[in-house]
């Protein structure tokens, strides 16, 4: 790890230098300390055989330790601000950085920018990183985005923007995700991965401490969100983060989060549906808008065991179950089955196991799987 980029008042300096401001309103916080980092690479077992995407850089904390382990780091990095700074250190591309500002630069800050280069390559593993500039959000549409190396200027420019699929080569084969999510984008950023063509094997996040507690939830403190994920995946809370870890320090607590998604072919097209109440909100920053649920269609990938039932059919009957958390589920199913069906919903309710007084929140996935299996 680099051990100074755990030092504030380092990373004052070099915001001052890119002219960079954290912001609290995007959730722009930096790790000062490198235990949060050692149990994120510990939860997502990162190995010389793994490709690793990663999303908001920043200067690298993370990135450098991923790099140290992993056969291949791709970091998604919105500021532009701070290119000059991968420039600088990622040393196959310090000589054309140099040759692109010759005029803006002088002779002294020419010799800076190769001295340091060659500093951090003996002391550091950089030639496995790749930065792409640009919004992971917008980047990520529906697959892990192409490069097409021999369509760039120089092939071996690993700050490569990003490239329109029909343009290059698609990354194949397994890869994990790990990063210090902006908090703002949690929800988007989960969401994104999971509807990719090619779906990583892991993901391990810092998010907010409540809301890996949500996503984790049991039978009785179930929500939108902790369905949605845990239909996908296996979540688990691998560590608790105190907010003085962090510069600038945020108002609340974190946890690293570990979502193992399960293997299953897939055959159908399905919602996943994004919360947008407080309660719901997988960022945890929405205001309460009342019951207002976001339902992102086209779904690829993954089916559960039972792939010729719809997935959106599943979370259709999830999001009606949860759209008022207070009645009775029976009472809210109603309104997509007809009150006129309200005897045989309740004979599904018995022959499955469920008091008709069972409110959304206390069913299991697999008894959500259920009763889309009979409702179907």
Request: a positive charge; aromatic letters at 10%.
């Amino acid at each position: 790890m680099r051990e100074k980029l755990f030092d504030v008042n380092y990373l004052k300096h070099l915001c001052q230098k890119y002219g960079f401001v954290p912001s609290k309103k995007y959730g722009q916080n930096f790790l000062i300390s490198p235990e949060p980092i050692e149990k994120m690479i510990e939860a997502a077992k990162i190995s010389n055989e793994d490709v690793v995407v990663e999303v908001g850089p920043g200067f690298g904390a993370l990135t450098f330790a991923l790099a140290e382990k992993a056969k291949r780091v791709i970091a998604f990095e919105i500021e532009k601000k701070i290119k000059p700074y991968w420039d600088s250190l990622l040393s196959c591309h310090s000589e054309r950085a140099i040759a692109g500002d010759e005029e803006s630069l002088s002779q002294i800050e020419r010799t800076e920018i190769l001295r340091s280069a060659q500093d951090d390559k003996h002391k550091y593993k950089n030639d496995n990183i790749e930065i792409v500039w640009g919004n992971v959000l917008k980047s990520l549409r529906g697959e892990i985005p192409r490069f097409a190396r021999d369509k760039l200027r120089n092939p071996l420019d690993r700050h490569a923007e990003f490239i329109p699929p029909e343009a290059g080569l698609a990354m194949t084969g397994n890869y994990k995700v790990v990063a210090n999510l902006p908090y703002q984008i949690t929800s988007e950023a989960i969401r994104k991965f999971l509807e990719a063509e090619q779906k990583p094997e892991l993901m391990v996040f810092m998010v907010q401490k409540e809301v890996a507690e949500r996503i984790c939830a049991k039978p009785g403190d179930m929500s939108v969100l902790s369905v949605s994920v845990q239909y996908y995946a296996d979540p688990e809370i691998a560590a608790y983060v105190s907010r003085s870890y962090f510069w600038p320090e945020p108002a609340v607590d974190s946890a690293v989060i570990k979502l193992s998604l399960r293997p299953r072919a897939c055959r159908s097209v399905s919602s996943f549906v994004i919360p947008t109440t407080k309660e719901e909100s997988l960022s945890g920053y929405s205001k309460r808008y009342g019951q207002r649920s976001l339902v992102v269609p086209t779904w690829s990938g993954l089916a559960r065991d039972d792939s010729r039932c719809d997935d959106s059919d599943f979370f259709k009957i999830v999001k009606t179950g949860f759209a008022n958390r207070r009645k009775f589920l029976i009472k809210n199913l109603q309104s997509i089955i007809g009150k006129q069906n309200r005897e045989k919903l309740k004979r599904i309710f018995i022959e499955i196991g469920l008091d008709e007084k069972v409110r959304a929140q206390e069913l299991s996935v697999e008894q959500w799987k259920e009763l889309n299996k009979r409702l179907a």
